[in-house]
């Protein structure tokens, strides 16, 4: 079933189960997840890029089963106070409804688990069709948008062998952060040069829905 475009976009209900992960600036694992964005980041400042896959989802009669999203993300502070800077990247393979209902969902108009980028960003630079790549070799992930954003990251081992992975939290990605590094995290967009290999990333499985 299409899209109802005369739907009003923040009543339509979605979902979107898949994986995200996280590349930022920071120097050792982001703060933010266990403060909850009252902590401010390592470096007084984020600047990260984001993919998600998603396995399955849909925005009202729209599958969204199969793309990918990337973000670029620019906050001048504590991650609570907002006034954020976010851009999306649209999987290029998406049809108009299914990038439609992306940007909705990623500029927070849709609301729901999302709806936060609604409250915090407060310049939304845009969203553009991008060839979204989202790959996976044993424990290493890959996010590629182009040229724009060429990113890889890896689970930090603890005891055993084991990935660390910090559980039961209020973070608005997931419970279950585990905890990752960026073998390369290299953003060329707005202006931006950024080369974030080595610094903090996170890896979370995703349950997100809306509009409530």
């Given at each position: 079933?299409?899209?109802?475009?005369?739907?009003?976009?923040?009543?339509?209900?979605?979902?979107?189960?898949?994986?995200?992960?996280?590349?930022?600036?920071?120097?050792?694992?982001?703060p933010c997840v266990v403060s909850?964005?009252?902590?401010?980041?390592?470096?007084?400042?984020?600047?990260?890029?984001?993919?998600?896959r998603i396995d399955e989802g849909e925005y009202?009669?729209?599958?969204?089963?199969?793309?990918?999203?990337?973000?670029?993300?620019?906050?001048?502070?504590?991650?609570?106070?907002?006034?954020w800077k976010a851009a999306a990247f649209i999987d290029e393979r998406a049809d108009d409804d299914q990038y439609e209902a992306l940007v909705n969902?990623?500029?927070?108009?849709?609301?729901?688990?999302?709806?936060?980028?609604?409250?915090?960003v407060g310049e939304f630079l845009g969203a553009e069709r991008a060839p979204v790549v989202f790959e996976t070799e044993g424990k290493e992930r890959r996010l590629m948008?182009?040229?724009?954003?060429?990113g890889s990251v890896v689970p930090v081992e603890g005891k055993d062998g084991k990935d660390i992975v910090v559980t039961n939290t209020e973070y608005w990605m997931g419970p279950d952060i585990t905890v990752a590094k960026a073998i390369q995290g290299r953003v060329r967009a707005f202006g931006?040069?950024?080369?974030?290999?080595?610094?903090?990333?996170?890896?979370?499985?995703?349950?997100?829905?809306?509009p409530k």
């Open positions: 079933m299409a899209l109802d475009a005369n739907s009003q976009v923040g009543t339509i209900p979605w979902n979107i189960k898949g994986e995200l992960i996280l590349n930022c600036n920071c120097t050792v694992f982001c909850l964005g009252q902590h401010p980041p390592t470096e007084g400042h984020c600047q990260a890029w984001s993919g998600i009202g009669g729209t599958s969204l089963s199969g793309l990918n999203v990337g973000l670029f993300l620019e906050i001048p502070g504590n991650m609570g106070r907002g006034n969902i990623f500029s927070g108009a849709a609301r729901g688990t999302t709806g936060l980028f609604g409250l915090l948008v182009g040229k724009k954003i060429k931006r040069v950024w080369d974030f290999d080595g610094r903090s990333a996170e890896i979370c499985q995703i349950d997100w829905k809306g």
